[in-house]
């Protein structure tokens, strides 16, 4: 099959599926993705001919050039990317590894532990050019603790936290199983080299890094266990959900094997008995919110992306979008809220990350699964407008209900009316089957409302937290002072705890 039939197949299976959503819920994504333009605009960033540059992994250098890590084990660097119109040029750096899903860079003018490190699917390698030839030339092996054998065993690479150490999320083997040393867990690996199995119960991670206050975090696709996508604390010594990577605690004889979990009960349920078990930080609603959420980025940039700061942005690679997360720590549990935020974009995401001048650089494929995106492979460049979107900005919990803080004043009469806090309830069972429905769907009441900081914010009063359950929110009533719209009405909030009032 050629390269134009293959991209009509995809295109063919992206219609069928942007079908299977229904009529109604096609139309919606379609208006509100021409409203995203006014305020975020996509820049196509091409791409040297020839060249398949399917990105998995970024980082940006010391001199502003941002590396490019692929899935099919190039390295390139890439200078240009924040041009008007960016016609950047592309420096192939490295060639032969394979599957790049993490690049970190270490600056080390002192010792010998610098330079670009390469987490790919057998190992994390340190790959430097020892004769400044501007191409790679030494590839030095720094952890290869964990097997490989399957294609669909990945691994996936943080940045260094502030310690030094670097955190490698490991997939399972087919998806289903554990055959290969360490599949399903987090090592830590640190300045000495040293690798430290640190949890276990992965499943398919899609992406590992710090949450905007620090803490390590990776994402978790639906599946077995996992009746949704989430965003979960890799918390060490913790026990991620998933049991079938529980043969290899022999090999980390300084954590404690947990109890198996029940299948077919509730987390919080399993929870209460299992010490180990760490619940969903952000569950983010299947289709709603992502089918195949990959990796993630925390916006540093100061305002230039727009009024969401110090938040989370991830991709999806089946629907082809960009989202937002926020978190928070309750009673010292992680729990937080995920946010609709661009649609369209060309090809299924893998990975993001700003740039320096603070546009968000999207890069993936859509090699192997359906995709809504039709191109087989793309690098976009997502760009604020300075226009302000109206928007939900970010949901906290209080002790009896919720402060929902906007991008914009609320208007007064709409701002003030119960009835225009839509608030439902529903929780997944947590399961060995694959996936999950959401289950005891209830709607919350709504007992006050309360405008404060100027009408920023709302804090609402609830009859009742449910914990354990995603609260959905349907703020489309609410106009700000100039009567305008929310650019996206729905967001979701996860409760694990709730705080003392």
């Known amino acids: 099959m050629n390269c134009c039939a293959n991209i009509r197949l995809a295109g063919a299976l ?3 599926l942007t079908m299977s959503a229904g009529a109604e819920e096609v139309g919606e994504r379609w208006g509100t993705e021409k409203r995203e333009r006014e305020f975020y605009r996509l820049v196509s960033v091409p791409l040297p001919k020839g060249e398949v540059i399917e990105a998995g992994a970024f980082e940006l250098m010391p001199d502003n050039r941002v590396a ?23 420096e192939k750096f490295a060639e032969g590894l394979d599957e790049i899903f993490g690049l970190a860079y270490l600056r080390d003018d002192k010792g010998d532990k610098g330079g670009l490190y390469v987490t790919q699917s057998a190992e994390l390698t340190r790959v430097l050019d020892t004769n400044r030839d501007g191409k790679a030339d030494r590839f030095v092996t720094i952890s290869d603790v964990w097997g490989y054998g399957n294609y669909h065993e990945y691994a996936f690479g943080s940045k260094f936290d502030p310690q030094g150490n670097l955190y490698v999320a490991l997939g399972l083997s087919n998806s289903y199983h554990s055959r290969a040393l360490f599949r399903g867990w ?53 026990f991620m959900g998933h049991p079938v990577s529980f043969n290899w605690y022999p090999f980390a004889p300084d954590l404690k094997r947990p109890t198996e979990p029940l299948s077919g009960t509730r987390i919080v349920t399993e929870k209460e008995k299992i010490s180990e078990l760490v619940p969903y930080a952000v569950i983010f609603p299947y289709i709603r919110m992502g089918r195949s959420i990959t990796g993630y980025v925390v916006d540093r940039t100061g ?23 926020t978190t928070e720590q309750v009673n010292g549990v992680w729990q937080g809220a995920c946010y609709p935020f661009r649609e369209g974009l060309s090809t299924g995401i893998l990975n993001v990350q700003f740039t320096p001048m603070g546009r968000l650089l999207c890069g993936g494929t859509n090699r192997g699964w359906p995709v809504r995106g039709i191109k087989p492979f793309a690098l976009e460049r997502l760009e604020w407008t300075g226009k302000m979107p109206f928007e939900i900005k970010s949901i906290n919990i209080t002790g009896d209900g ?37 289950v005891d769907l209830n709607d919350s009441v709504v007992k006050s409302v309360e405008l404060e900081a100027g009408g920023r914010s709302a804090r609402i009063v609830l009859g009742e937290l449910k914990i354990g359950y995603v609260h959905e929110f349907d703020l489309g009533a ?18 694990n705890e709730v705080p003392q009032r």
């Open 14 to 16: 992206t219609l069928l």
């Open 478 to 495: 609410l106009r700000d002072r100039d009567k305008g719209e929310l650019l996206h009405r729905n967001a979701y909030y996860t409760v």
């Open 186 to 238: 987090a090592m830590k690996i640190t300045p000495e080299g040293k690798s430290i199995p640190i949890a276990s119960g992965l499943r398919s991670p899609g992406g590992i890094g710090p949450n905007e206050h620090g803490a390590m975090f990776y994402i978790e696709s639906q599946g077995p266990w996992n009746s949704s996508c989430s965003l979960k604390f890799l918390k060490p010594g913790g």
């Open 303 to 325: 305002g230039k992306f727009g009024p969401f700061e110090n938040q989370i942005f991830l991709g999806d690679y089946t629907q082809s979008i960009i989202m937002r997360a």
């Open 402 to 438: 919720f402060r929902i803080t906007f991008t914009k004043p609320l208007d007064q009469t709409t701002g003030n009316n119960i009835k225009n806090y839509k608030i439902g309830a529903f929780t997944h069972n947590y399961h060995s089957g694959y996936g999950g429905p959401e």
């Open 68 to 90: 490019v890590g692929t899935r099919r084990g190039d390295i390139f660097f890439m200078n240009g990317v924040d041009d008007e119109k960016p016609q950047p040029r592309f």
